[in-house]
T-cell receptor, first 117, second 112 residues
Framework: GAVVSQHPSWVICKSGTSVKIECRSL??????MFWYRQFPKQSLMLMAT?????????EQGVEKDKFLINHASLTLSTLTVTSAHPEDSSFYIC?????????????FGPGTRLTVT | QKEVEQDPGPLSVPEGAIVSLNCTYS??????FMWYRQYSRKGPELLMY????GNKEDGRFTAQVDKSSKYISLFIRDSQPSDSATYLC????????????FGKGTTLSVSS
């Protein structure tokens, strides 16, 4: 149980284009989903928290107009990197939580490696 | 001072050794503590989840939380080459639906 998938697992795009990454909870309903970015040999940096049906809460320093997050259902959240630049190249990981008392665990997706050329 | 401190290693041990991984934290409001294992180019996998102080055991893994010292540990007994990965501690203040604060991760290498 508690499986989270991400698609695509790897994407290369040209500078200036947009890329959409999907995060799905496969066997549970995720009230809350989180998006992280991880650079090589670094820890996970939280980008934003999204609750189903409401606007995402972005961490300080994360441009909400550049990283568009949509959490339209209890099993799907999407992250769109708009007008991507080479410095956006990173490993993007989502996690999902049931968001109920006693079930605070977060389960992570396998990650999406984005390379912007 | 960062909220969560974790020695990045690397830590190298022979197969069968007992491994001790640790994190310290500064915020006494943290109540939920987790350990994740992350293989290269993969998402983190939840290993252990504990609430408040105490010990929790699951197979070869034991998690300890000492809130008075703001110190958490993960012990791995009879370590195997397949345990070679990066281990991340994580913690949060509240229950459901709150973001985790991660340590930098400790890279472990178990040689056969």
């Amino acid at each position: 149980g508690a499986v989270v998938s991400q698609h695509p697992s790897w994407v290369i795009c040209k500078s200036g284009t947009s890329v959409k990454i999907e995060c799905r909870s496969l066997d549970f309903q995720a009230t809350t989903m989180f998006w992280y970015r991880q650079f090589p040999k670094q820890s996970l940096m939280l980008m934003a928290t999204s609750n189903e049906g409401s606007k995402a809460t972005y961490e300080q320093g994360v441009e909400k107009d550049k990283f568009l997050i949509n959490h339209a259902s209890l099993t799907l959240s999407t992250l769109t990197v708009t007008s991507a630049h080479p410095e956006d190249s990173s490993f993007y990981i989502c996690s999902a939580s049931q968001g109920v008392e006693g079930k605070n665990e977060q389960y992570f997706g396998p990650g999406t490696r984005l390379t912007v050329t | 001072q960062k909220e969560v401190e974790q020695d990045p290693g690397p830590l190298s041990v022979p197969e069968g050794a007992i491994v001790s991984l640790n994190c310290t934290y500064s915020n006494s409001a943290f109540q939920y503590f987790m350990w994740y294992r992350q293989y290269s180019r993969k998402g983190p996998e939840l290993l252990m989840y504990t609430y408040s102080s105490g010990n929790k055991e699951d197979g070869r893994f034991t998690a300890q939380v000492d809130k008075s010292s703001k110190y958490i540990s993960l012990f791995i007994r009879d370590s195997q080459p397949s345990d070679s990965a990066t281990y991340l501690c994580a913690m949060s203040r509240y229950q459901a639906g709150t973001a985790l604060i991660f340590g930098k991760g400790t890279t472990l290498s178990v040689s056969s």
